[in-house]
Each structure stands twice: as structure tokens, then as C-alpha cells.
């Protein structure tokens, strides 16, 4: 074989590939998103939006959260804990020691009035890196859950309903067993706990509609848009089905762009928060996120500041998941 007709070969298997791989990635990825102009926001979406920048503003307030800043790692775990407390909830603590501190999950449960003993899991970290105030990463999705939680205070859910704010996310003790969803993960799986489902809200806050605002790693780019507006949902092959029904309900409820990706391989960012514990621990999870440093220039900086989010989007996507974790909990029972 010719040096030329070797590398026309090798051409051609590389296009194949790739469109494998894109169709992995995109089959069965129910529904469309959403085009055009974003309809006006209703009362309660801006009223969720005030509530959001409320949130991401105290927690950001308190700078960065982490083991290198102990006494503001504790200001955010007592800023849930008290918000919560606020609510109405019984807040548990999962207590563990790292560099001998003693650090801490958070959750709170609404139990199912039909199948309790089957879980749906909606979480998201309350740590930083050192030096920064992590409005976007992950004040955001914090003040989400938060959100959430408040909306679900009073609901009657067929299935248990458990939102966790872990500790540890962000390294050094990422993808460690010191992450406080590997102990959150762990612990379940130990229990013999039937984990349905698992949202991993990472980083929801940034959007932009200028085109070229979105990046991706290779060789996400040929299959999706270059314009960072959207919310994306992450699975790997084994969550895809789960990832299917969150990305239907979301575009049947929701009027916002969403992109949904199935990684049927390790791609960088994929695996990048909390949900990769989950995945550790056999379970089926999925991240839900504005793509991080994939859109955001001021990711892991001091620059993640409350100023450069926007608030109104960010309540449109709260209240699509707030569909999504009622369809979970509620038709996962039948």
C-alpha cells in the first residue's frame, strides 16, 4: 500500500470514528432545545432570582471556603445549616476528619409516601479553591439546591427525596477519598441504600449569547454550539437513561437552551464534580452545569465575583431542575 493511499485510509477511519463517537454521545437525546428569545420571566422566577443572588452574594461574601480557610468553611456550612433551620428542616451532619479538621456534609430529607426506602439525590459542593470567593463555582449551584430545598419543603414526593451539600469537592482533595461525596456515596452504597437517581448541580450561574463564548475539550466542539447560553447535562453510559428523562423534562418544562451529552469514554471535564463519586459507587448520577471553565474566564480565580453571574437565567434553569427532581420523585415509584 502507498504512503498516500496508507494515510487516505487512516483519514477515513478517523471521520468514522468521530461520527461514532458523536452519535454515542448525542443518540437518543430526547427532545430539542430551545431557540430564540427566552419568554418574560414569571413572578416566582423573579422572585427565585432575587433569592439566588441573595445567596450567591452571603456565601461569596464569606470569601474563599475551604480547609486552607477553616473558619470560612465553617461560616458556609453554619450559613446552610441555619438557612435550612429557617425552613423548617431537620438538617443531619455526616462528620469526617481531613488534615485534622473536622469537616462535614449536609442533608436534609423529605420522605416518599409511597416507596421511602428508594432515594433521589439532589446535591451540589459548598467549598472553593483557596484565593477565590467561587461565586459561579459553586455559590451558584448552593444557592440552587437551597432554592430547591424551599420549594420542596411541603411536598409529598413517591420516592425519598435527600439534598446534600458536600464538603471537599475542590483539590486537593478532588477525585480522593476525602471528597465529601465519596463519603456521602460510600456511605449509601455501605447501607445497601437504593440510590434512584442522583443530580449534581456544578456551577449554574454564567451565560453569555455572544457567539465563540462557548469552548469545548476535543473533539466535543463539531458536535455542539460555540455559543455559551445553554445548561448542559453530563452522564456516562451507564446514567444515560437518567439522563435521557432529565434532559426530557427539562426541554418539556423549560424554556431555555439545554445541551445533553452521553461520555461513552473518560473526556477531560466530564467527570469534574461530585457525581464522579456516585459513578465510584455504582450509582447513577448526572451533572447538570454551564460548563465552567468551558465558558468562564474568571474559573478558579478571584475574579469569580457575584457581579459576573446572571440571576435571571440562573432561575429559569432552578426551576427546570425543580421539574426534573418531581418527575424523578414521583414517577420513579410507578
Known amino acids: 500500500m502507498s504512503r498516500k493511499a496508507f494515510r487516505i485510509r487512516i483519514a477515513v477511519w478517523a471521520v468514522l470514528a468521530l461520527a461514532v463517537l458523536g452519535g454515542i454521545m448525542l443518540i437518543g437525546i430526547p427532545g430539542k432545545s430551545h431557540k430564540g428569545p427566552l419568554p418574560p420571566l414569571t413572578p416566582q422566577q423573579m422572585t427565585t432570582a432575587a433569592i439566588l443572588e441573595y445567596h450567591v452574594r452571603a456565601l461569596a461574601g464569606i470569601g474563599p471556603r475551604s480547609l486552607a480557610s477553616p473558619d470560612a ?29 473536622r469537616i462535614r456534609n449536609i442533608s436534609v430529607e423529605i420522605p416518599g409516601d409511597k416507596d421511602p426506602d428508594k432515594i433521589v439525590i439532589v446535591g451540589a459542593h459548598y467549598d472553593t479553591v483557596p484565593g477565590t470567593p467561587g461565586a459561579d463555582d459553586n ?3 448552593v444557592a440552587g439546591l437551597l432554592e430547591l430545598a424551599r420549594e420542596f419543603k411541603d411536598a409529598k414526593p413517591s420516592l425519598t427525596l435527600r439534598f446534600i451539600f458536600f464538603t471537599n469537592e475542590e483539590p486537593p482533595f478532588f477525585k480522593t477519598s476525602d471528597m465529601g461525596s465519596w463519603h456521602a456515596a460510600m456511605e ?14 456544578e456551577s449554574i450561574g454564567v451565560y453569555s449569547d455572544e457567539p465563540g463564548s462557548q469552548a469545548f475539550p476535543p473533539p466535543l466542539g463539531l458536535f455542539y454550539p460555540d455559543t455559551g447560553n445553554f445548561i448542559g447535562f453530563v452522564s456516562n453510559l451507564r446514567s444515560r437513561r437518567l439522563l435521557y428523562k432529565s434532559i426530557e423534562v427539562f426541554r418539556d418544562t423549560t424554556a431555555f437552551p439545554s445541551e445533553g451529552l452521553v461520555a461513552p469514554l473518560p473526556i477531560t471535564g466530564t467527570d469534574w464534580s461530585d457525581h464522579w463519586s456516585y459513578w465510584q459507587a455504582g450509582f447513577k448520577a448526572i451533572m447538570i452545569t454551564d460548563t465552567a471553565l468551558f465558558r468562564y474566564d474568571f474559573y478558579h480565580t478571584s475574579l469569580d465575583t457575584p457581579d459576573r453571574l446572571d440571576y435571571e437565567r440562573t432561575a429559569r434553569v432552578v426551576g427546570g431542575i425543580a421539574k426534573i427532581t418531581e418527575s424523578l420523585a414521583v414517577k ?3
Open 139 to 141: 455559590a451558584s449551584a
Open 188 to 201: 449509601s452504597k455501605a447501607r445497601g441504600e437504593d440510590i434512584q437517581a442522583m443530580l449534581c448541580l
Open 332 to 334: 420513579l415509584a410507578n
Open 73 to 101: 468553611l465553617e461560616a458556609a456550612a453554619s450559613y446552610i445549616e441555619n438557612t435550612l433551620a429557617a425552613m423548617g428542616y431537620d438538617y443531619a451532619r455526616q462528620e469526617f476528619t481531613v488534615y485534622k479538621h
